[in-house]
Each structure stands twice: as structure tokens, then as C-alpha cells.
């Protein structure tokens, strides 16, 4: 069982930046993959950013390059993310999860993690 807890979540002005964290439990953090997606009011659960456990990252294909980077730390049983000049309509809750699916390209439906965080709030105000 994995056990997945968000921070870093809040209110952030449209063009700031914020960065999301996620610790994990378990002592093989190393070789898990991680997501982080995101879910509005009234819309389905999407990708944000992915990252497998060879270290290959992928985004979500609409949005600008650099504008989410995700980035771990082994060490620390921790995966980030990077939110770069957000805009208001990526307002929603973040999710971070997990898979001890060892898939070289980071999986990038929802379907493909089996461990979800609880969630945090963003809000981008404008």
C-alpha cells in the first residue's frame, strides 16, 4: 500500500508561479511512477504531468511547454510540480498518484496509477 499526501496547494495570481509537492510511503519509491492530473468542477480527471521511474517525464499535450514540469527526488520520496504563469483556468483540485506498473514511458490516464493522493485546491486568480 502506498499513501500519497499533497502540499503546496493554494490561491496564486495568473503569471506566478507555485510548486505542488507529493511524499510517498514505501521504501521503494525509487521505481514507482508518479502523475499528478487534475480535476475541475464538472469535468473529468486529466493528466497534468507524469513521470516513470526512469525518469522519463511527460505533459499534457495542451498545455505550453514549461508551463508544468514535474521533477522527483528518490531521496526524499517526493515528486513535484512545477507551475510556471498559470492562468485562471487551470483553477482545479491536483491529484498526485502512483503505479508499481515499471513502464518506461510514465502512463497517462487515470487508469494507469492505482495510488491517489487525497487532493489539493489550486485557484489562480486573474
Known amino acids: 500500500q502506498v499513501q500519497l499526501a499533497e502540499s503546496g496547494g493554494g490561491l496564486v495570481q495568473a503569471g506566478g508561479s507555485l510548486r505542488l509537492s507529493c511524499a510517498a510511503s514505501g521504501r521503494t519509491f525509487g521505481s514507482y511512477g508518479m502523475g499528478w492530473f487534475r480535476q475541475a468542477p464538472g469535468k473529468e480527471r486529466e493528466l497534468v504531468a507524469a513521470i516513470s521511474w526512469r525518469d522519463i517525464a511527460t505533459h499534457d499535450a495542451d498545455s505550453a511547454e514549461g508551463q508544468f514540469t514535474i521533477t522527483r527526488d528518490n531521496t526524499k520520496n517526493t515528486v513535484y510540480l512545477h507551475m510556471n504563469s498559470p492562468k485562471p483556468e487551470d483553477t482545479a483540485d491536483y491529484y498526485c498518484?502512483?503505479?508499481?506498473?515499471?513502464?518506461?514511458?510514465?502512463?497517462?490516464?487515470?487508469?494507469?496509477?492505482?495510488?491517489w493522493g487525497q487532493g489539493i485546491k489550486v485557484t489562480v486568480s486573474s
Open positions: 498518484a502512483a503505479t508499481m506498473s515499471r513502464t518506461v514511458v510514465p502512463g497517462r490516464t487515470p487508469e494507469d496509477y492505482e495510488y
